[in-house]
C-alpha cells in the first residue's frame, strides 16, 4: 500500500501537480485487529513496525510524511484509547527523528482533542507545523496554530469552511474519499476541491491574498513545497 501510495504522488507529478506521499496505517487498522482477538502487544508491535516502515520512506525520499496515524473517531473504550495514544508518541517520536510531517486521524472534540496532541508534541519536541490535524474543526484553528499545529478543514461538511474562514487563513483545506454508499457526500472528492475553492473566490467570500495563504504558503509551511514553482 505504500508503494502504490509512492506510485501514486509519481503519477500526479508527471501530470503536472505537486504531489507528495504520506503513508502509515490508520487506526482502524490496529482496531480490527483487536477485534479479530490480536493481544494489546501485538497490536503495538504490527503497528509500530508500520511507523518504523513509513519512518524509512522519508529517510530513503520516497514520502515526507506518516499518516494517518491516530485515534479511533468512533466510541470505544479507554484502554483501547490508551493504546492508540501510546502508538501516537511513539509515532511523533519516530516523525522528529526522520523530520516528518505527521498527518492525525481523530475523534472531533474541539478543544480537549487539540489540547491533549498539543501536550504530546510539546513532551516529544516535533517541529512547529509539521503535524496535521485531518477533519478538524473551525474551532480548533487557533489554539492548533498558536501551538505550531496546522488544522485542516474539509470542505465536504456543510458551513465548516465558512466558519473557518472567520479565523483567518491559519489552516489547510482538504477533500476526502470515503467509501461508504450509506454517507453520500459526507465528504468531496479531491477533483471538485479547487472548483470549490473558485466558486468562493469568484463571489467574493475570499481574497486572491486569502486563497494564496491558504493554498500557497501554508502548503509550503508544513510540506515544504514550492506549490507556484
Partial sequence: M???????ARIINEEGVKSVAVVGLHPAEGYELLRRGWSRKE?????RR???LAAEYVKNGKAVGIGEIGRPHWDVPKDVVDLFNELLEYAFGVAKDVNAVVHLHLERNGINTASSIIDMVKRVGNRPYSVVMHHAEPIVIDIANDNGLMPSIPMGRKGEFEEAVKYGPRFVVESDFIDD????GAVIPPWTLVKKLRTYLINGFIGEDFLHT?????ISRVYGVDVMG
Avoid: A
Avoid at 491558504?214 to 501554508?218: F, G, K, Q
Fill in 50 to 52: 508500520g511507523i518504523d
Fill in 43 to 47: 497490536v503495538l508491535d504490527f503497528m
Fill in 181 to 184: 454508499p450509506k454517507r453520500p
Fill in 214 to 218: 491558504l493554498c500557497v504558503e501554508n
Fill in 2 to 8: 505504500y508503494d502504490m501510495t509512492v506510485e501514486s
